[in-house]
T-cell receptor
Framework: AQTVTQSQPEMSVQEAETVTLSCTYD???????LFWYKQPPSRQMILVIR??????QNATENRFSVNFQKAAKSFSLKISDSQLGDTAMYFC?????????????FGKGTKLSVKP | DAGVIQSPRHEVTEMGQEVTLRCKPI?????LFWYRQTMMRGLELLIY????????DSGMPEDRFSAKMPNASFSTLKIQPSEPRDSAVYFC??????????????FGPGTRLTVL
């Protein structure tokens, strides 16, 4: 079975500081992607960053970066220079690819609060 | 592009009533996904279609739930009869699977269903 685990239900960080959200996963597939989605109070799901499993280099998108440890099946998200607008639920997700596969498997989420 | 469109945005109904949720995927996308989000279970896949054909409906909770995709531009998720435990946010997402190795899923704004 494929699973995604986020062990931190809630976290808080001061504005302008750095925070890291944890995620571990389990899959028997060799080809997969990992994602972090942001869900603000508007409940819209917004893709923050993605990582291809075959790439060793960690993905980076502006203030967001990941630490992908394939052997440990770990995929953490680092948010630098936190902003008030980063306050949201963050979901880690796994997608196997190939053929007609393409559904996302989500973790339970981490609620991040950025404090002024 | 208008993105994935869902209607209604909010639905309040009484136990035992039939509920129909609607989704219009992004034009040109060949895959459509229905997810349900609850506090207890998080985000979980209910069913997904590829080229209008249901590929995996193992997430559909029981026979009260049914989904159809009569054409490439429309899908429905029906609950009959509805129960209070069906209260959740239901998301529709679409993607273009096949060919390119990466197929981002684009989410609609969700339908918040409350069953009294």
């Amino acid at each position: 079975a494929q699973t995604v685990t986020q062990s931190q239900p809630e976290m808080s960080v001061q504005e302008a500081e750095t925070v890291t959200l944890s995620c571990t996963y389990d899959t028997s597939e060799s080809n997969y992607y990992l994602f972090w989605y942001k869900q603000p109070p508007s409940r819209q799901m917004i893709l923050v960053i993605r990582q291809e499993a075959y790439k060793q280099q960690n993905a980076t998108e502006n203030r967001f970066s990941v630490n992908f440890q394939k052997a440990a099946k770990s995929f953490s998200l680092k948010i630098s220079d936190s902003q008030l607008g980063d306050t949201a639920m963050y979901f880690c997700a796994l997608m196997n690819y190939g053929g007609s596969q393409g559904n996302l498997i989500f973790g339970k989420g981490t609620k991040l609060s950025v404090k002024p | 592009d208008a993105g994935v469109i869902q209607s209604p945005r909010h639905e309040v109904t009484e136990m035992g009533q039939e509920v129909t949720l609607r989704c219009k995927p992004i034009s040109g996308h060949n895959s459509l996904f229905w997810y349900r989000q609850t506090m207890m279970r998080g985000l979980e896949l209910l069913i997904y279609f590829n080229n209008n054909v249901p590929i995996d409906d193992s997430g559909m909770p029981e026979d009260r739930f049914s989904a159809k995709m009569p054409n490439a531009s429309f899908s429905t998720l029906k609950i009959q009869p509805s129960e209070p435990r069906d209260s959740a946010v239901y998301f529709c997402a679409s993607s273009d699977i096949g060919g390119a190795e990466y197929n981002e899923q684009f989410f609609g704004p969700g339908t918040r269903l409350t069953v009294l």
